[in-house]
């Protein structure tokens, strides 16, 4: 397969890698020393760090920045740019800055509404969608130009990726909508959180059917639940999260010391079931402020060491 | 049509109290089908401020009136002389009335009684709902009949996002999840492999991103 950027995320997957991305939450603070240590902590078992992009719409130190703080770190950050806060061209800008860096993977996203986070009141852009942004960004890269025409002297180079949620309504268009994200220049998915194990391989069932997976590299999300409690407020209150009774019930069964573990358990459990899965190229771990499990996790599903290249 | 709200009467009282004279009036087309801002709404929210006035001791003379749209000159003639000699008027139209009587007016203080809210539809007798942004640049035509400009939160032309669930909206269980609804369209329609086609990005210059707008027919 053709490397066309020089995305460490791109390298391990079209050189046959299993892959392993996580993500880390920048600070609500203008000290970065906080997200340079998550990165550190996770840097040698994965091989790409996403950073989130003011998630639940919260202000948070941004993206961009985070992202270059990890790169001057010698780690390989992923951008995540949400088209919520900005129009066409702070996102192009953005765009090249992080190329400019030496960011050479992003990931594409709608970003949750501003009704969620800090600034209920404040306004939306939503100038271009999620699957625009990924046009975006290829035309940008492949044609070398931008959305006005203009040419762009040197191109950014970037890998770009998407998101999707198997586990939103309505289930009978989220394999077209997948594709749709394919043909709108997507290159990898990280998708929402699998709980619902059944239900993921019957998406990847029609996603394999169309013979997408040949043409987009799918990494399930996985968070580790820490508690009982965690995974009742996922399975009410978080929109397009499907969370099994089953699971709920698992961990009640099991002492309120020993749920945390419990809950890393089950999530190895899916990433053992899931690498078997065809169309599967690896994972996403989200280990929502509790970086330091990553490691243990990626160890114990089988994933470690990670590929290394000159 | 315009859909209007009035505004919380302790607000409107704050805006008119210092003046000794006031028209209150009411525009009587779209405004009144909400029951906000007709001719009728005008005399009650007139009578309202003649008790509030008296309550607090407020020398204010108060008349009412109103014609059939306060965004068109000739429907003013009717009311020429008592716009005309007032102090300040207290208009109950949506915010075209409002300014269009500014602009006519030169000098008089126009307030607005309402807030104006959305282009929408009347669901029911007193349930009115957003259906219309006018962005100027019309895709129903590709969506199924249903908006996404307007309908869908985060105005995604290739929706819906991950948190369309059991088609509502991730905002709140009282808003249709507008890509569930383009979808149940299409697929009414027979239409559902329209659903992969990709709507491209949107110019955004014919909305008010492009400043305000005007339309001239030639030959008038």
């Known amino acids: 397969m053709e490397i066309k950027t020089k995305s460490r995320l791109e390298k391990v997957l079209k050189n046959g890698h299993m892959a392993?991305?996580?993500?880390?939450?920048?600070?609500?603070?203008?000290?970065?020393?906080?997200?340079?240590?998550?990165?550190?902590?996770?840097?040698?078992?994965?091989?790409?760090?996403?950073?989130?992009?003011?998630?639940?719409?919260?202000?948070?130190?941004?993206?961009?920045?985070?992202?270059?703080?990890?790169?001057?770190?010698?780690?390989?950050?992923?951008?995540?740019?949400?088209?919520?806060?900005?129009?066409?061209?702070?996102?192009?800008?953005?765009?090249?800055?992080?190329?400019?860096?030496?960011?050479?993977?992003?990931?594409?996203?709608?970003?949750?509404?501003?009704?969620?986070?800090?600034?209920?009141?404040?306004?939306?852009?939503?100038?271009?969608?999620?699957?625009?942004?990924?046009?975006?960004?290829?035309?940008?890269?492949?044609?070398?130009?931008?959305?006005?025409?203009?040419?762009?002297?040197?191109?950014?180079?970037?890998?770009?990726?998407?998101?999707?949620?198997?586990?939103?309504?309505?289930?009978?268009?989220?394999?077209?909508?997948?594709?749709?994200?394919?043909?709108?220049?997507?290159?990898?998915?990280?998708?929402?959180?699998?709980?619902?194990?059944?239900?993921?391989?019957?998406?990847?069932?029609?996603?394999?059917?169309?013979?997408?997976?040949?043409?987009?590299?799918?990494?399930?999300?996985?968070?580790?639940?820490?508690?009982?409690?965690?995974?009742?407020?996922?399975?009410?209150?978080?929109?397009?999260?499907?969370?099994?009774?089953?699971?709920?019930?698992?961990?009640?069964?099991?002492?309120?010391?020993?749920?945390?573990?419990?809950?890393?358990?089950?999530?190895?459990?899916?990433?053992?079931?899931?690498?078997?899965?065809?169309?599967?190229?690896?994972?996403?771990?989200?280990?929502?402020?509790?970086?330091?499990?990553?490691?243990?996790?990626?160890?114990?599903?089988?994933?470690?060491?990670?590929?290394?290249?000159? | 049509m315009i859909v209007g709200e009035q505004k919380p009467f302790d607000e409107v009282w704050e805006m008119v109290k210092s003046h000794k004279q006031l028209t209150v009036f009411g525009c009587n087309t779209c405004v009144a089908v909400c029951h906000q801002g007709g001719n009728k709404e005008a005399e009650i929210l007139a009578s309202l401020l003649k008790m509030r006035a008296t309550k607090e001791g407020v020398d204010i003379e108060i008349v009412d009136g109103g014609i059939e749209r306060q965004c068109e000159h000739p429907f003013f003639e009717s009311a020429k002389e008592l716009l005309e000699d007032t102090e300040a008027v207290l208009s109950l139209a949506c915010g075209i009335g409002v300014q269009f009587m500014a602009q006519k007016y030169k000098k008089t203080p126009i307030y607005p009684a309402l807030n104006t809210t959305f282009l929408g539809d009347v669901q029911e007798d007193g349930y009115f709902t957003e259906k219309c942004q006018a962005c100027g640049d019309c895709v129903l035509g590709v969506t199924g009949g249903v908006c996404p400009v307007t309908r869908c939160c985060k105005r995604l032309f290739n929706g819906p996002c991950g948190g369309s669930s059991d088609g509502k909206c991730e905002i709140s269980k009282d808003i249709d999840c507008a890509w569930q609804l383009v979808i149940d369209r299409l697929k009414a329609m027979g239409k559902l492999d329209d659903y992969e086609k990709l709507t491209p990005i949107k110019d955004w210059s014919k909305d008010r991103a492009g400043g305000p707008r005007s339309f001239k027919l030639e030959g008038f």
Request: aromatic share 6%; hydrophobic share 40%.
């Open chain 1, 20 to 310: 392993v991305s996580s993500e880390c939450g920048p600070p609500r603070s203008s000290d970065p020393a906080h997200i340079i240590e998550k990165g550190h902590l996770i840097k040698n078992h994965v091989d790409c760090i996403n950073i989130t992009d003011n998630q639940t719409s919260v202000t948070r130190l941004c993206s961009l920045a985070a992202c270059i703080h990890l790169k001057q770190e010698g780690l390989e950050p992923v951008l995540q740019m949400v088209v919520r806060d900005r129009n066409r061209i702070a996102l192009q800008s953005d765009i090249l800055g992080a190329a400019s860096h030496g960011i050479h993977s992003m990931l594409c996203l709608s970003g949750d509404h501003q009704r969620f986070g800090d600034s209920p009141e404040g306004q939306n852009v939503f100038d271009i969608d999620s699957m625009q942004l990924l046009q975006t960004v290829r035309y940008m890269r492949d044609e070398g130009k931008f959305l006005g025409g203009d040419a762009i002297k040197v191109p950014p180079n970037m890998f770009v990726g998407a998101a999707a949620n198997p586990f939103a309504d309505p289930f009978e268009i989220r394999v077209p909508r997948l594709a749709k994200k394919i043909a709108a220049g997507a290159e990898f998915i990280q998708t929402q959180c699998v709980y619902n194990l059944d239900k993921f391989e019957l998406w990847m069932k029609g996603v394999v059917e169309r013979g997408l997976h040949e043409k987009v590299f799918i990494m399930p999300g996985i968070t580790p639940m820490r508690s009982v409690g965690m995974a009742k407020y996922m399975a009410r209150a978080v929109p397009g999260m499907d969370v099994p009774k089953e699971l709920i019930d698992r961990l009640s069964g099991v002492p309120k010391d020993k749920q945390s573990e419990e809950g890393i358990t089950i999530a190895v459990e899916a990433m053992e079931r899931l690498k078997e899965c065809t169309g599967v190229a690896g994972f996403h771990i989200m280990a929502i402020e509790w970086e330091e499990k990553v490691p243990e996790m990626v160890e114990r599903a089988g994933f470690y060491p990670r590929p290394e290249f000159d």
